[in-house]
């Protein structure tokens, strides 16, 4: 009985001690980033979308931008881009752009993704993963709202239905 619980008090010490080693070393090597919050001015990038074609956040001011961080391992995603699609058909001539950036996939999975699902907008990767570290992103998906004036107005992290999106899109219609 004692060799037991002698054996049960190692182990917790073990997970424990563990669990704070690792806390440590990741508040050592992790990169501070500010969280980007509403209000601000959204942070710039350039990216190359599906179609080769450069695509630049402050090409778009006077629209409204749904911008949508996503990859294809992620359920929430996989269920809310064909949604997003429909909504974005909607509101294009209404002034909304919709960018969608891949964190750091292949783009042979993504462009099988895009045709899977007969997406419409603008799709990028982001190889490097620079504008998911301008946008401190964690977890996916998540979605940055910025208005005409490129000052982000709402921030949504997780699967989005269609009446969110909806929602959202008023927000930053021109």
């Known amino acids: 009985m004692k060799k037991k619980r002698?054996?049960?008090?190692?182990?917790?010490?073990?997970?424990?001690?563990?669990?704070?080693?690792?806390?440590?070393?990741?508040?050592?090597?992790?990169?501070?980033?500010?969280?980007?919050?509403?209000?601000?001015?959204?942070?710039?990038?350039?990216?190359?979308?599906?179609?080769?074609?450069?695509?630049?956040?402050?090409?778009?001011?006077?629209?409204?931008v749904f911008l949508n961080f996503w990859a294809t391992w992620c359920k929430p995603c996989e269920t809310e881009m064909p949604i997003l699609n429909k909504?974005?058909?909607?509101?294009?001539?209404?002034?909304?752009?919709?960018?969608?950036i891949n964190i750091g996939e292949s783009p042979l999975v993504v462009d099988r993704f895009i045709e899977k699902y007969q997406l419409d907008f603008s799709i990028m990767n982001d190889a490097d993963e620079g504008v998911q570290e301008a946008y401190a992103i964690n977890p996916l998906p998540v979605s940055f709202l910025i208005d005409k004036d490129g000052m982000v107005q709402a921030i949504y992290t997780g699967e989005l239905t269609e009446e969110k999106i909806q929602t959202l899109m008023k927000k930053i219609k021109p």
């Open 87 to 100: 909504v974005y058909k909607k509101y294009k001539k209404q002034g909304i752009q919709v960018l969608s």
């Open 6 to 64: 002698l054996l049960v008090r190692s182990i917790i010490f073990l997970i424990i001690s563990a669990a704070a080693l690792y806390t440590i070393y990741a508040s050592i090597t992790n990169k501070k980033v500010d969280q980007l919050r509403i209000g601000q001015k959204a942070p710039d990038f350039m990216l190359v979308d599906q179609y080769g074609k450069k695509q630049q956040l402050s090409a778009y001011k006077g629209q409204g």
